[in-house]
């Protein structure tokens, strides 16, 4: 930890420096008449394809790219000065042009989606491991039609049994649906335990029309839901893990391309500065 | 509750990376064979029976409920078939498919962009123009060659950078800053060569603190300012909303190429030099006399109690211009303009020369007829007249140091060019009575590098009546049209004689006509010898005799003086019938015209000026300084300039108006206080109505303190207007530096000073109309 904590105020050090110098840059520009756009154009293009090849790099992991927790490290901290050169590279200003909003607009959706990224995977992963059990994120729907069979087996049994059909209904009315499919996604992704509170209540109050033997049931039932709760938890937590890069990847090559024909167009129309 | 085992027969092995997945795997219970490469379903059943020896045997995974208890099929197939399904993309498959659609919609947009016609200019435009450019639309070709015939001329990616001048002829074909549009200032090479040669000359060093890391990062605008064209938009940035100030320039940018730089205008602006005042002004009035001396001795109305009340701002409150004559100057200068209190009045415009008629009629030269008692001199009008014809001219010439009233020492050649000479003068007179104004015209334009136009003529024609010039021919040469004609015939009948006075020339004036005074009632001795006079003075005898030379020379100082003074204040000192004989006392022509006009006095044609700003004096003192110096060189037109241009000449123009010596060598009179053809816009701006409220008791002295031991009268003795000596000091840096703070008022480069220093000019604009609209 002590070590993961120095590296960060190290690499947080190279960041802030270089963003000082990239903002020293710009200013001392503002101060001639040589046009800085050009500079900062090129780097921060150097950069976002720096940043874009981090994907390439996963794509060939048979070649001797160096680690990819290196690559992560230096795609997470690029990506962050990224944001500083585009802020100089537009001047502080909202672009007006219709290709520039556009451009700038993908920047701040691949940057943003970048930035969500990162303090997700931080955030999350240290939810994953604190609540309920860590299962692969393919082989949740499995364990989901598992334990609702499970329920739905101790419900069958106290039917059964007791010849009571209160926790069948209490099933069919609160449960069922909470255990057929998974459920409070941007709860979990909020970090709220408040619809699992609501089930315990219920479920709490529901206890005073069961006997003894239906409560043991009722008790094992509601291990069940806990369980299914974390399992949803992990669903929702891992689909945000995943899902954030549908934004990310996809919209970084279509800010390479529009970057692109930007390139071309400032050289075409420089008007001889 | 344990969720998750791991084992050979616990779990089955996940392959994220895989394109399809079983469509089962979302409720949970996916095949074991999944779908293949092509995403097609490949479940029949729940295991693969295996066989051993001749059995076949269960394989369902432990996951799936383990070994069935029916087992497999005799024919081996598993007695448990499976449902097929619709496969479903893996998550990593779903977004390698987004990402496609992504680019392709990416690339389709610029494809759709570059090649379509219809929004391209609008998308690629990288923001909205100025206001100023707003009229341009998305119309890019206006100013950018790199739309060429509405499509995008790609081959120009090449020489963008070559040719970095391209786009900015297209910004000159509007905005034309002159032959130097594209230099630094607008300023020719060799101008800024010198601008910069002197400044790096004066030996201070910049001080500016972030000089060194400026210089550093920046390109090297010095040396490209003087060798390349500089592109408008490295100043002026478009496409930066409608609001944008294209000229806002920040100070630290304006002395990118500078060769002296400094922080702030505080700190390190160099001190002014010879501020505001770069040469001598084109009105001459000496301030400090005026102030001292004149305006405390003469305290009218006419004088002003401030600078106000003969200045005022212009429209844009930034020169003090000079208010009209008739609200400054009339006051005390009018009458003097028209000759009041004057020793000239009036300027000869024809006059008749005495000429020795007797030795033309000896050597047998034919001049006709002759007044006798003419004896003036051509004036400079005529001779410039005369001037015109190339062999009148070259006979002035030749003539120049003779008198033509004494030709009894001349050779043949004299006395040939000296008839020439009269007849020339005969027919000049001849001409401009039968011809009128246009004569002027068809004199003045022949003479080299004259090109009036019909207002100037009409100008230099003075108005001159047509019976004042009839009577004056009738008088002078009764029988001229005859004498021409014979001269051009051939006809030797008319012998050289003098003509004699004719009874009525002339008009009565005073000292040598009778004043026609009412016989007094009672005698006095002033009356009987004024009566006396008369006798005297009406005896066309003497006055027309020989002696008449001697009395005509001085005649106009002896009508002034008898007319102004001797006579009207002998005659209000006398006995009661003062003001009887004054009005009818015929005045002389000169007094007759005191607002100014044409008369006839002997035999002299006059003109006396109308007041300020009179066209005739005006215009012909502009037509001749042009023709001082150079190919243009008129000797003529130098006597008529120097006749007019005189500190004490009639009309006392050059009391007030200076004389600028030209580029070209010529000279200019500046009859406006504000000198055309002069650079229009300066390198230094400023505002006086802006710093009204900076002034206080000592009102517009705060800044322009007088300077009293200036010799401002000596400035004008020559014609260079740089060299002189101002009425005002220097303005030094420490008047405006105490305001000019960013705090204050603001200490920006362009506050004070232009980066153009030719105004921007519209003329290439086409801005013909049709008559159709």
Known sequence: ?273 | MRLQRFGIDESQYERPDQKWICGWTAKGCPCVEGPDDKGMCRGTAECIPVRRGDRWHCQRHEGRGGTCDTGPLPDGRCCLTVTRCQPVRSLRAKRGFVGFWVIAATAGFIFYIVGSPWHRNSVISPGALSSSHGILGNDCASCHTAMKEGTLDWSRLKTSAAVPAKDSNLCVECHDMGVASLNAHSLLKSDLADITERIATTGEKSSRSLDPILSFINEDYSSKTHNEALACATCHREHRGRDHQLTEMGNQRCQTCHVYKFDSFPDGHPEFSGYPFEARTAIIFDHYTHISEHFVKDSGAAVPSSCLDCHQPDSAGRRMLVRDFSVTCAGCHDDQIRGHGQMTKSVSFLQLPGIDVETFAERGIEVGRWPEDADGDITPFMRLLLSSDPAIRSALNRITDIELYDLADTDDEQIESAGQVVIAIKNLIYKIETEGHSYFNSRLRKLPGNSLDDRQLRHLAGGLPVDTITKAREQWFPDLARELSGYTSGDKSIEPEFISKPPDLPRPELGNQPPQVVPPTSADSDEDILADTDDILDDDDILGGDDEDLLAEDSTDIIDLSDDEIIGEDIDAGNGVANTATQSLPKSPEEWVHTGGWYQANYSLNYRPTGHSDDFIESWLTITSILQTGSRRIAAASDVFTTLAGRQSVGLCSKCHSVDSQADGTLAVNWHSRISGVEQKPFTKFSHSAHFNVVDREGCMVCHELNRNADYAATFKRFDRTVFHGNFKDIKRDSCSTCHVPELAGNRCLDCHNYHVRESSFSQIDSSFSSRK
């Open chain 1, 1 to 273: 930890m002590i070590r993961f904590r120095k590296r960060r105020a190290v690499n947080i050090g190279i960041l802030a420096a270089l963003s000082v110098a990239a903002y020293l840059c710009y200013y001392l520009n503002t101060l001639t008449l040589s046009n800085g756009n050009f500079g900062s154009g090129w780097i921060l293009l150097g950069v976002m394809i720096f940043l874009a090849a981090y994907n390439g790099r996963k794509k060939f992991p048979f070649l001797p790219l160096g680690r990819s927790s290196v690559w992560l490290q230096f795609h997470a901290y690029g990506g962050l000065l990224s944001i500083f050169l585009f802020l100089c590279h537009i001047q502080f200003r909202i672009p007006n042009g219709c290709l520039e909003i556009v451009l700038a607009t993908l920047f701040v959706i691949v940057a943003g989606s970048g930035v969500v990224g990162l303090l997700i995977s931080r955030s999350f992963a240290r939810r994953l491991s604190a609540q309920g059990e860590e299962v692969i994120y393919e082989r949740i729907p499995l364990f989901r039609r598992n334990i609702s069979k499970a329920a739905e087996g101790l419900i069958l049994q106290s039917v059964s049994e007791m010849q009571s059909t209160v926790l069948a209904s209490f099933y069919r009315e609160y449960l069922h649906l909470f255990f057929s499919r998974p459920r409070y996604f941007w709860h979990h992704i909020f970090g709220s335990r408040e619809p699992l509170r609501i089930l315990t209540r219920r479920i709490k109050a529901n206890n005073r029309y069961l006997d003894e033997s239906e409560r043991e049931i009722m008790k094992n039932i509601t291990e069940l839901v806990k369980v299914k709760y974390d399992l949803d938890c992990h669903y929702a937590l891992q689909s945000a893990l995943k899902g954030w890069l549908f934004v990310h990847i996809p919209l970084t090559f279509a800010l390479l391309l529009v970057a692109g024909l930007h390139v071309l167009l400032i050289y075409l129309f420089r008007g001889g500065i």
